[in-house]
């Protein structure tokens, strides 16, 4: 075995060990150099990359060269600038790497009327792709039934309404959801487009005198999917437009779907009667995820990118993007470009800097900050719970079982669970001696109760806030 085969097989072995982000970022590009008396010599192509594999995979290294080498008692890392312009010896190994499911499958041909806004779909937005949280998931089971049921199928949700504040994932659902009706009916005919795009063709096809043009093509498709309805307040020429089309694609049982920043209730400059029609089906609503659901969407984001960043890193992003997802983007990709040019590693404290040239004017927290609040102690949650509710906080640790006692007594056991991660017997213990399974059975209760009461969430919302949590 040459020594070029040899860093071959330990390269086989560690892309079993090491996720596929790391490995591709850190070895892409090594190879032995020499092998000699019981060591070997590893080339790096940066500083930065000999730091990695000295400091974080000195030890897998050296176990899986020695899996092959046994003779081998240590390695040394040597920086070759000339290899960073160098293709990788191994192409293979990595080449097979990207063939990964992550690899997002090219869009099918969509069949289209000629002109309109296949363009516009995104192949890189898909429903699977979409992180779940509590926030958004009412939305996404939407989406789904909607791109599951045939197209013949009798309409469940028709016209679907996805609404909420900007960069909350409404048009990365609107596409998901064109995407994958078209993955299970290659085809069928849709139409993606924007509410302003819609205007600009209608008034286009007036000026033009192709109107019942317009009018045929938008009338045959199987589903009509229009993003950002809220630009039509105001313009009724187009809402009378939006109207005719409505009703005759209603009346042929086809998929509508709108999103906008609003619910339909709150359209106040479009007319009565297509605002009504707007609410026929059904309404979601996307909220801004919280800590845990944003870890879960940096860590997709990364992924994608195949950007690698320290887990503090990860969280304190999570963290601080607490307004939109499309911030929380932002930063990666900053983070990835400079990366590229400076070749440091992202600190929390770099990462703290790019924040700040964004958001001047916001305080930047650290991930234990997000998640315990002002919270330090189950006192803090009781006495907090107790004003809120106006009730002593010796109710809540009692046993009464009058409901107006105990519905805030297994509100503040579900806090003392979330923030302050106690365990369920710890929380028994602090709560008057109560068995762990009573506070598991009380916690499923509540925070079942929440996904389907607002008035519930709303108060564990504010209770969180009150707690300083800055979800
Ligand atoms: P909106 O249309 O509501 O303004 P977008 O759909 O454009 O928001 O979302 C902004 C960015 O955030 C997009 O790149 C999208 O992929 C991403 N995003 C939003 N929600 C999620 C999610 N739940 N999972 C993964 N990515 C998301
Ligand atoms: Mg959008």
Redesign the pocket.
């Known amino acids: 075995m040459d020594k070029n085969q040899v860093w071959e097989a330990v390269l086989k072995r560690l892309s079993e060990k090491i996720s596929r982000m790391e490995f591709h970022t850190w070895f892409k590009k090594i190879h032995i150099s020499e092998i000699s008396g019981g060591s070997v010599l590893l080339n790096c192509p940066t500083e930065m990359n000999k730091n990695w594999l000295e400091n974080k995979y000195y030890t897998v290294i050296l176990s899986n060269i020695k899996a092959i080498l046994p003779e081998i008692e240590k390695l040394f890392f040597k920086v070759d600038l000339t290899l960073a312009d160098k293709p990788s010896s191994n192409p293979q190994i990595f080449e097979s790497e990207k063939k990964s499911p992550r690899k997002l499958p090219n869009r099918p041909e969509v069949r289209l009327a000629d002109g309109l806004e296949s363009r516009i779909i995104h192949s890189?937005?898909t429903l699977k792709?979409?992180?779940?949280?509590d926030e958004?998931q009412l939305a996404?089971a939407a989406c789904t039934a909607v791109a599951e049921a045939g197209l013949k199928e009798k309409k469940k949700y028709s016209p679907l309404f996805i609404y909420?504040?900007?960069?909350?994932?409404?048009?990365?659902?609107?596409?998901g959801t064109a995407n994958e009706i078209i993955r299970r009916h290659p085809n069928a005919t849709i139409i993606y487009t924007t509410a302003e795009r819609f205007m600009n063709d209608i008034v286009k096809a007036i000026k033009e005198r192709k109107g019942d043009e317009f009018r045929k093509k938008y009338r045959r498709v199987d589903a009509l999917i229009i993003?950002?309805v809220q630009f039509f307040e105001g313009k009724e020429k187009t809402q009378e437009e939006l109207f005719n089309t409505f009703n005759d694609l209603y009346e042929f049982n086809k998929q509508i779907i709108f999103?906008a920043?609003r619910p339909p209730s709150s359209l106040v400059q479009i007319s009565d009667r297509l605002r009504s029609r707007m609410g026929w089906g059904l309404s979601v609503d996307?909220q801004m995820?919280g800590y845990e659901?944003r870890i879960?969407?940096v860590q997709?984001?990364i992924k994608e990118l195949e950007l690698f960043l320290p887990a503090d890193v990860q969280e304190f992003i999570a963290a601080n993007s607490r307004r939109?997802?499309?911030e929380?983007?932002n930063i990666l990709h900053k983070i990835s470009a400079e990366l590229e040019l400076s070749q440091v590693s992202p600190t929390v404290q770099s990462v703290g800097k790019i924040f700040r040239k964004l958001n001047p004017e916001e305080d930047l927290i650290t991930a234990s900050e997000t998640q315990t609040g002002l919270a330090k102690s189950p006192d803090d949650i009781i006495t907090l719970v107790s004003e809120y509710f106006q009730i002593p906080a010796t109710e809540l640790l009692g046993s009464s079982r009058k409901q107006e006692i105990v519905f805030p007594r297994q509100i503040a056991w579900l806090l003392c669970k979330d923030i302050l991660k106690m365990s369920f017997d710890a929380i028994g213990r602090d709560f008057g001696g109560k068995n762990h399974t009573t506070i598991i059975h009380g916690i499923r209760k509540v925070s079942s109760l929440s996904r389907k009461d607002s008035a519930t969430a709303r108060h564990i919302h504010a209770l969180k806030k009150d707690l300083g949590i800055k979800k």
């Open positions: 890189k937005f792709n979409f992180i779940v949280g958004n996404h909420g504040g900007v960069g909350l994932g409404k048009t990365h659902l609107l596409q993003d950002d999103s920043d996307v995820p659901t879960a969407i997709a984001k939109n997802l499309r929380l983007e």
